[in-house]
C-alpha cells in the first residue's frame, strides 16, 4: 500500500496537511516513519514531531498558535488545542527593510480590450444603470429585465447590460466620516471602464445622496440626457418608457465600440480569496501570487485586499514595501481596521467561518499566511483606502473587508477582472467585471467542473507545478480580459449583488 501523504509547507514546520482525499486513517503511514495516531481529515493538520505544551505550532515557518496541551507526533492538531497569539505589534515592524528587486519584465504580452475617452480600458463592453438610492432598484431592475429582452439582442457588440443596484443612499448620516466610503466606492463603480466611464444615473429626487454629491469632480456625467429622476416622471409606465428612451441612445454609443489591441499593462486584477481552506496557501493562493508576478512584470496593477486576512501576516509584508512611506500607509490601514472592529467590541478572531475550520484552517492567523501568498514575490507599490481608485502600477493592497462581497464591491472600484480563490466552494460572481474562480482542490473542480475555471489541486497531487498553475492562470487571465474566453461566473449569469463598506452611522 502506497504511503499516505501530506505537505510540510516550510522546513521549520512542525505540522503538515493530510492531502489524501479519503484523509489519513488511524495508523496510517507517511514517508519518513511518521504515523497518525487517528483519522486525520483531508487538509486538516498532523503533528510531524511532538509538541510540547506552550511551544509554537509552525506552519509556514510562522507561529499560528501555542499548543496547550502536548500533542505527540502524528495527532491531529485541532483548533482547540492552539492559543491564539497576539497579533504583530504595528509599532515593531520592519519597514522597507528587504525590497525584492524587480522581476525582468515580460513585454508584448497583450489582450484585446475596450479603451475609453479616459484612457482606462474595459474588459466588457457593458450599459451601466446607476442608482443613488435602493428605493428606486426595483423600476429600474423591471426596465433592465425589459431592455435584455426587448432591445439588446438589436446590439450584439454590447455584453450585457447591468443595474449598479445597492442597499446605500438614504437613511444614513451623510456627513458622517464614514460616509466617504461608500460614497466615493459607488462613483469609482458608476465610472468604471467596463460601462466606458458613462453611465445612465437614476435619482429618486429626494433621498440623501443626490446625483451631484455622488459624482462631485465628475459632474459632466450629469447631463439631462442621461439623468433621470423618477419623482420628476408620471407614473411608472413613463418612467419605465423614459429609462428605455435614455437606455437605447446609449447602447447604439457602445455598439460601436470595438476592442483594440492592448498591452497587458492595462490590466487592473483584483485578487480574492473565500471558502478558504489549509489547502489555500499551498495551491491555489501560491499559484495566484506566480500569475500576479506575470502580470506585474506585465506592467499591470494587482490588488489584494482583505484587512483581517493580512493583519496576522502584515510582518512579512511591511519588509517588502518599496519604502517606507508605503509601509507606513499599510500600518495606517491595519490601524484603523483594529480600531473599527474594537469600536464593534470585535477583534480579528471573528473571522474564520466554520467552512474555513471544516477546511482545516485553525485559526485567523494561518488563514492569514495563506492569504498573502496571493500576493506573490514582488515588491509592495502602494497602498489605497477604503473605496478608493487605484493609479499605480504593480503590486498594490487596497483595504476592504475580508467579506467576500463587500471586498468585491470596493475592489470594483479600481479592477476590471478579478480571480477568486476557494477551498470550500462559492459560485460568487460580479457583474461588471470577469471573476476566474480558481480551486485549491481538485475534489472541489470534480464536483463542481461547471463553476470552477482552474484547478490549482493539481499542484497537491504533484500532476502540475505552482509555476505552471500560475502561468495557466496568467494565460486564463488574458483570454478572458480579450472575450476569447468566457468564465463559468459569466457563463451562468451568477452575479451577486454590490454591498457597499458602510461604517458610517444610519439614522
Excluded at 495516531?37 to 483531508?42: A, K, L, V
Excluded at 504583530?88 to 520592519?94: F, S
Excluded at 471602464?193 to 465628475?218: T, W, Y
Amino acid at each position: 500500500m502506497a504511503p499516505s501523504r501530506c505537505i510540510r509547507v516550510h522546513e521549520r514546520d512542525n505540522v503538515a496537511i493530510v492531502v489524501d482525499p479519503e484523509g489519513a486513517r488511524s495508523g496510517a503511514e507517511f514517508s519518513g516513519g511518521l504515523t497518525a495516531r487517528e483519522h486525520i481529515p483531508q487538509s486538516h493538520k498532523i503533528a510531524i514531531s511532538t509538541i510540547e505544551r506552550g511551544s509554537p505550532v509552525l506552519r509556514y515557518g510562522q507561529i499560528i498558535g501555542r499548543a496547550n496541551r502536548a500533542i505527540p507526533a502524528g495527532s491531529w492538531v485541532r483548533e482547540e488545542m492552539l492559543d491564539l497569539p497576539a497579533a504583530p505589534a504595528l509599532e515593531q515592524l520592519a519597514l522597507a527593510t528587504n525590497v525584492p528587486a524587480p522581476l525582468p519584465p515580460l513585454e508584448g504580452r497583450t489582450f484585446q480590450g475596450f479603451r475609453n475617452a479616459d484612457g482606462s480600458v474595459g474588459t466588457k463592453n457593458i450599459l451601466g444603470i446607476t442608482t443613488t438610492v435602493q428605493c428606486v432598484a426595483p423600476t429600474v431592475d423591471y426596465a433592465v429585465r425589459r431592455l435584455k429582452t426587448e432591445v439588446l439582442p438589436r446590439y450584439p457588440n454590447v455584453d450585457d447590460i447591468v443595474a449598479i443596484t445597492h442597499t446605500y443612499g438614504c437613511g444614513i448620516a451623510i456627513e458622517a466620516p464614514g460616509a466617504a466610503i461608500p460614497i466615493r466606492t459607488l462613483k469609482h463603480i458608476s465610472l468604471h471602464p467596463n460601462v466606458a466611464g458613462q453611465p445612465l444615473v437614476v435619482s429618486l429626487g429626494c433621498e440623501k445622496l443626490q446625483p451631484q454629491r455622488l459624482f462631485a469632480n465628475a459632474l459632466p456625467v450629469l447631463e439631462d440626457s442621461n439623468l433621470i429622476r423618477l419623482q420628476d416622471q408620471r407614473g411608472f409606465a413613463e418612467t419605465v418608457a423614459a429609462l428605455m428612451r435614455a437606455a437605447e441612445r446609449q447602447l447604439e454609443f457602445l455598439n460601436r465600440r470595438e476592442r483594440r489591441m492592448c498591452p497587458a499593462s492595462e490590466l487592473v486584477v483584483g485578487l480574492q480569496c473565500g471558502g478558504s481552506d489549509a489547502f489555500s496557501g499551498v495551491t491555489c493562493n501560491p499559484a495566484v501570487g506566480y500569475a500576479a508576478d506575470l502580470l506585474v512584470r506585465a506592467g499591470a496593477t494587482v490588488l489584494f485586499s482583505e484587512v483581517t486576512e493580512v493583519r496576522d501576516a502584515v510582518h512579512l509584508l511591511t519588509p517588502r514595501a518599496v519604502n517606507e512611506r508605503v509601509a507606513l500607509d499599510l500600518i495606517r490601514e491595519m490601524r484603523w481596521y483594529d480600531d473599527y472592529l474594537a469600536k464593534g467590541q470585535a477583534d480579528r478572531s471573528a473571522n474564520p467561518t466554520p467552512g474555513n475550520k471544516r477546511g482545516g484552517l485553525a485559526n485567523v492567523v494561518e488563514k492569514a499566511l495563506g492569504s498573502i501568498a496571493k500576493a506573490g514575490s514582488t515588491a509592495l507599490m502602494a497602498v489605497a483606502g477604503h473605496g478608493e481608485r487605484v493609479t499605480a502600477k504593480g503590486l498594490v493592497f487596497a483595504a476592504t473587508p475580508a467579506s467576500d462581497f463587500i471586498c468585491g464591491t470596493q475592489q470594483l472600484a479600481s479592477m476590471n477582472l478579478h480571480i477568486f480563490t476557494t477551498g470550500e466552494g462559492s459560485p460568487y460572481g460580479l457583474a461588471l467585471v470577469p471573476v476566474v474562480k480558481v480551486s485549491s482542490r481538485t475534489a472541489l473542480a470534480e464536483k463542481w467542473p461547471d463553476l470552477i475555471d482552474i484547478d490549482a489541486g493539481r499542484v497537491a497531487t504533484g500532476d502540475c507545478t505552482l509555476e505552471e498553475a500560475g502561468r495557466e492562470i496568467f494565460e486564463f487571465v488574458l483570454d478572458v480580459a480579450s472575450g476569447r474566453k468566457k468564465t463559468w461566473a459569466d457563463h451562468w449569469g451568477l452575479h451577486n449583488a454590490l454591498a457597499p463598506f458602510n461604517p458610517g452611522p444610519v439614522t
